[in-house]
């Protein structure tokens, strides 16, 4: 016998250190893309929502910011993320007032910040934000994705249960165009640090540059992956798909193309595609899935429209397709999908398909190899494999994009993370993360 599970429902917004109802009473259903139902509810805020939570957070500013080392530890000690965890050693080595000349050089916090996050990796990507807000002494308005709200309530219950001073942290619900634009062009917000698409991100910056705020940009990718022709090719090709298809694809720093010697093409497909057919669809709870749905059924869709626009452009299905995997009969999955003989003016070679598909492209010598890597209006991720490491970092320093990794390097959350280009611009992560919540002033003496 099945037992019913009534739906959750968040009716609260957390602001000003309280859990207060919602202006409106519209609500937004968050589905489980696995079983495709409805998991729980969340309030739908409105711009009336934010001015409450701007003002909370203005209201809070003053106090945070003359406070913010002691109270840092209370982010180690109540909140076991990375992001929080590195932020106290961080502020211990930052230089908050420097000797220039007959300047002293101050950093202060650059104030009420805004923060607005994307599905796709939902509670690292808040915590990237708020840590080091609140760290540096900002107080902080966040909105999470609409899709992924959940561990945002999570995160707010801890705070009120660590007893954060009220307004510091406050959170908003709702949709981009009604709660995101909101936060970006409300005259109450100092610097808005967003995470999300190239669109809304080049929306969220015509915003904030009219209104002449800070802001950091961390949009999307579209990152290659250059095989040198002295690599281990079943060592580089394997390490390339499955960074391809983690999280199903739906990574900012994915790398989504493949780019191999010409005369090497048939044996970088082969294995391409045994990598991509190993990895398991299913249910994400299961330990040998390794692919699980997409997040919705509008971003399946949309990365299914990817894949037969790059049949009918004319790169070669190697695995996959746009069909629904088989034995599947629910959940938003797409098929680890590999094409070969796509040439970088292509669609499927220049837009971010945010989904497990992996094009290869052939070079014909190094220059070419750097030349199609550096072709792409993005420079967020990528990766360059040699057998020999010096040679491998001396083509990496000529890729235009915010990181690099050498032979499988692996993912430092310590070091700085952003991209170039209209992968946007600002930093997040580490120290160089830290220090854009903070302006400078030169106090001359
Ligand atoms: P999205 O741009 O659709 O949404 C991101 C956030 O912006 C959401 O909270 C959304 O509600 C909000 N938003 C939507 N319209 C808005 C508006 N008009 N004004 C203000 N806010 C608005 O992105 P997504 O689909 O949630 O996330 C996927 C994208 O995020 C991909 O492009 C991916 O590459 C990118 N991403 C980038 C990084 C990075 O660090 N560079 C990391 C993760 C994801």
């Known amino acids: 016998m099945t037992t019913m599970i009534p739906t959750p429902v968040h009716d609260r917004l957390y602001i000003g250190g309280q859990w207060v109802q919602a202006t409106g009473d519209e609500t937004i259903d968050v589905v489980n893309p696995y079983t495709e139902e409805v998991i729980a509810r969340i309030p739908a805020g409105t711009a009336a929502d934010v001015d409450r939570a701007v003002a909370a957070a203005r209201a809070a500013f003053g106090g945070w910011a003359a406070t913010p080392v002691g109270l840092a530890r209370l982010i180690q000690v109540g909140l076991p993320t990375m992001s929080f965890a590195t932020m106290r ?12 000349g007959n300047s002293l050089v101050v950093r202060e916090p650059i104030g009420v910040v ?12 808040i915590a990237a934000k708020v840590a080091p807000a609140l760290a540096a002494g900002c107080t902080v308005v966040v909105k999470p994705s609409e899709v992924t709200p959940l561990c945002a309530f999570a995160l707010a219950e801890i705070f009120d249960e660590v007893g954060f001073p009220p307004g510091v942290m406050n959170l908003v619900t709702g949709y981009g165009q009604t709660v995101g634009a909101a936060m970006t062009g409300h005259a109450g917000v100092d610097f808005v640090t967003f995470t999300g698409s190239e669109g809304v991100g080049r929306l969220t910056g015509s915003v904030t540059g009219g209104n002449l705020v800070p802001a950091a940009l961390e949009l999307g990718g579209k990152s290659a992956c250059v095989v040198l022709d002295d690599a281990d090719m079943q060592l ?17 720093i994915a790398l989504t193309r493949l780019l191999v010697p010409r005369h090497r093409l048939p044996e970088a497909e082969a294995i391409a595609a045994a990598v991509a057919e190993a990895h398991t669809l299913g249910d994400p709870f299961d330990h ?8 919705s059924a509008q971003q399946r869709d949309r990365v299914r429209d990817w894949i037969r626009r790059g049949s009918q452009e004319g790169a070669r299905l190697v695995t996959g397709g746009a069909d629904a995997p088989a034995g599947l009969d629910r959940g938003y999955f797409v098929a680890p999908t590999v094409f070969s003989d796509v040439s970088s003016d292509m669609t499927i070679a220049q837009e971010e398909i945010f989904g497990p598909v992996l094009s290869i492209i052939a070079y014909d010598d190094e220059e070419d190899a750097i030349r199609i890597a550096n072709d792409s209006r993005f420079g967020l991720s990528g990766a360059v494999w040699s057998g020999d490491e010096g040679h491998a970092l001396r083509v990496a320093r000529r890729i235009r994009t915010g990181q690099v990794d050498v032979n499988g390097g692996a993912f430092n959350p310590c070091a700085p993370f952003g991209g170039v280009g209209c992968s946007g611009h600002g930093r997040e992560l580490g120290a160089h993360g830290l220090e ?10």
């Open 114 to 125: 805004a923060a607005i996050a994307p599905w796709n990796y939902p509670l690292h990507q």
């Open 89 to 100: 050693g961080l502020l211990d080595e930052l230089v908050f007032e420097e000797e220039v």
């Open 236 to 252: 580089a090709i394997t390490a390339c798909v499955t960074r391809c298809m983690l999280n199903s694809g739906q990574t900012c």
């Open 288 to 295: 040998a899935t390794l692919v699980g749905p997409l997040v």
């Open 436 to 445: 854009e919540f903070f302006y400078l002033k030169s106090i001359q003496l």
